[in-house]
């Protein structure tokens, strides 16, 4: 997806629904390039049109997750995955940036085990990984499996690096999600590894979302870009949680 398309997205996902003509003026590019733009972003099913304009087709779905700010979050799993040794066996819960650790371990590190909740993950990623997926109530639209069998299943499992996103980051509400049952999944989830490392683009600092994600106290590292605010950096370290900017 290149930079304009990513753009488009970002317009998109902040006003809901963009005319062309709009899109066509906010990025000095013709209605014929706009409406190219619009339809390969289409057919990766990341958006619906209209007559005129474009909307957002489902903003939990992982393909448009995944396209929006690639290589950023490319990046941040990068880094994320420094830590992590050949012969590993790691946690991973859904998110784009998640689905990034899990290829970048694919790709740099040998006989790594990865147990996770996302079905997509299990399909997205090619590489010379082994997956255990763990069972539960299947969320379609994100493509992971949660509830109390989810978490049930995690317990037979300890490892070093359990790899979660965020929905949000707020000094006052601290890590955030949307979604209650996931949400419950992660707290439970994190009590099987000795460091939990949140993977995340620094968009989502000073964004609160309506449910608690995972205490602070349990928290090891934030991984994230040279954009995390710094007040939110200086409060992160103040609770003895490493950043790590990639």
Same mark, same amino acid.
Not at 5 to 12: F, H, S
Not at 108 to 121: A, E, P, W
Not at 211 to 240: C, G, W
């Given at each position: 997806?290149?930079?304009? =398309?990513?753009?488009?997205?970002?317009?998109?996902?902040?006003?809901?629904?963009?005319?062309?003509? =709009?899109?066509?003026?906010?990025?000095?590019?013709?209605?014929?390039?706009?409406?190219?733009?619009?339809?390969?972003? %289409?057919?990766?099913?990341? !958006?619906?049109?209209?007559?005129?304009?474009?909307?957002?087709?489902?903003?939990?779905?992982?393909? &448009?997750?995944?396209?929006?700010?690639?290589?950023?979050?490319?990046? !941040?799993?990068?880094?994320?995955?420094?830590?992590?040794?050949? /012969?590993?066996?790691? &946690?991973?819960?859904?998110?784009?940036?998640?689905?990034?650790?899990?290829? *970048?371990?694919? =790709?740099?590190?040998?006989?790594?085990?990865?147990?996770?909740?996302?079905?997509?993950?299990?399909?997205?990623?090619?590489?010379?990984?082994?997956?255990?997926?763990?069972?539960?109530?299947?969320?379609?639209?994100?493509?992971?499996?949660?509830?109390?069998?989810?978490?049930?299943?995690?317990?037979?499992?300890?490892?070093?690096?359990?790899?979660? /996103?965020?929905?949000?980051?707020?000094?006052?509400? /601290?890590?955030?999600?949307?979604?209650?049952?996931?949400?419950?999944?992660?707290?439970?989830?994190?009590?099987?590894?000795?460091?939990?490392?949140?993977?995340?683009?620094? %968009?989502?600092? #000073?964004?609160?979302? *309506?449910?608690?994600?995972?205490?602070? #106290?349990?928290?090891? *590292?934030?991984?994230?870009?040279?954009?995390?605010?710094?007040?939110?950096?200086?409060?992160?370290?103040?609770?003895?949680?490493?950043?790590?900017?990639?």
């Amino acid at each position: 997806m290149n930079e304009r =398309q990513n753009k488009i997205l970002e317009l998109l996902l902040k006003e809901g629904k963009v005319e062309v003509v =709009q899109l066509s003026h906010m990025l000095g590019v013709s209605q014929v390039t706009i409406r190219k733009d619009l339809n390969n972003l %289409e057919e990766k099913g990341i !958006i619906k049109r209209e007559h005129g304009y474009a909307i957002i087709k489902n903003d939990d779905n992982m393909n &448009m997750r995944l396209a929006y700010h690639y290589e950023r979050k490319r990046k !941040i799993a990068l880094k994320a995955i420094e830590d992590v040794k050949d /012969g590993e066996t790691v &946690m991973v819960e859904s998110g784009s940036c998640c689905a990034l650790v899990v290829e *970048a371990l694919s =790709q740099y590190r040998k006989d790594i085990t990865v147990i996770t909740n996302s079905s997509f993950i299990c399909d997205y990623v090619q590489g010379d990984i082994t997956f255990i997926l763990l069972g539960g109530l299947y969320q379609k639209e994100s493509q992971v499996n949660v509830g109390p069998l989810t978490i049930e299943n995690a317990k037979t499992f300890f490892v070093d690096h359990y790899f979660i /996103g965020t929905d949000g980051f707020t000094k006052e509400a /601290g890590f955030t999600g949307k979604n209650y049952m996931r949400c419950e999944s992660v707290k439970a989830i994190s009590d099987q590894a000795k460091k939990v490392i949140i993977v995340t683009e620094s %968009e989502k600092f #000073s964004r609160q979302e *309506a449910i608690s994600l995972i205490p602070l #106290s349990k928290v090891y *590292a934030v991984v994230t870009d040279q954009n995390i605010p710094e007040e939110d950096e200086t409060y992160l370290l103040e609770h003895n949680i490493k950043v790590n900017k990639s």
